[in-house]
Structures are given as structure tokens and as C-alpha cells.
Nanobody
Framework: VQLQASGGGSVQAGGSLRLSCVASGSTYLINAMGWYRQAPGKQRDLVAT???????????KYADPVKGRFIIDRDSAKNTISLQMNDLKPEDSAVYYC????????????????WGQGTLVTVSS
């Protein structure tokens, strides 16, 4: 499985960005995908995750700092997830990574099997 993230950039506080992640390869193995972010000098933290297959398809979990502002969605036919980020704040600045899990929905980073290369989001005040 390979993951390719895109959509990062620079925006002013209060603005919006949309990230996308396309999975390729043995995508039929994937049961959940998620977005993590890592700011300089900080650990990689969950942003949001979504089930992409099975009876729980579409189930989501969000980190508290982004609830009500970010929306994760999937297009299973295109093997793609997206992250719509609204009302961005300077503290949202980070490298955003997409990840894929073969087992199912989880918030634990070490449980993800595949990672994309990351896309940088910079929010200025």
C-alpha cells in the first residue's frame, strides 16, 4: 500500500484548506485511514480517523482540538480520504500525515501500517 497526501499550504488564521490522500496498491486490505500531524519538536498526534470498509464504514473519530472545525471523509471508490479544515488556527500548523490501518478504526499511531510522506500546513496569525 502506498499513500500520497496533497493539499497543504499556507493560509491565514480563520481560513480553510482541504487535504487529500490517495491510496494505491493493495487497497482492499485497508479498513481505516486517518490523519496525524506533527509540529516541530512535538510528537505526532491524531487529527481524525475514519473507517473505510466493512459494516462500520464511515465511522469517525476526531481529536478534541479539531472537533467542530475539521471534517474527515472518504471516497471508497477512489481509495481517497480527505480532511476539510476550517477556521484554521496558528496552532494547527504542522506536517500532516495520512495513514492506513489494516485492522480497523484506531487512534493509536503505532497501530497504523502505512504512512504517507506528509504535507505541510502553515497558518499565520
Amino acid at each position: 500500500v502506498q499513500l500520497q497526501a496533497s493539499g497543504g499550504g499556507s493560509v491565514q488564521a480563520g481560513g480553510s484548506l482541504r487535504l487529500s490522500c490517495v491510496a494505491s496498491g493493495s487497497t482492499y486490505l485497508i479498513n481505516a485511514m486517518g490523519w496525524y500531524r506533527q509540529a516541530p519538536g512535538k510528537q505526532r498526534d491524531l487529527v481524525a480517523t475514519i473507517t473505510t470498509a466493512g459494516p462500520s464504514e464511515g465511522r469517525t473519530k476526531y481529536a478534541d482540538p479539531v472537533k467542530g472545525r475539521f471534517i474527515i471523509d472518504r471516497d471508497s471508490a477512489k481509495n481517497t480520504i480527505s480532511l476539510q479544515m476550517n477556521d484554521l488556527k496558528p496552532e494547527d500548523s504542522a506536517v500532516y500525515y495520512c495513514a492506513a490501518n489494516l485492522e480497523g478504526l484506531t487512534t493509536v499511531a503505532s497501530m497504523y501500517d502505512y504512512w504517507g510522506q506528509g504535507t505541510l500546513v502553515t497558518v499565520s496569525s
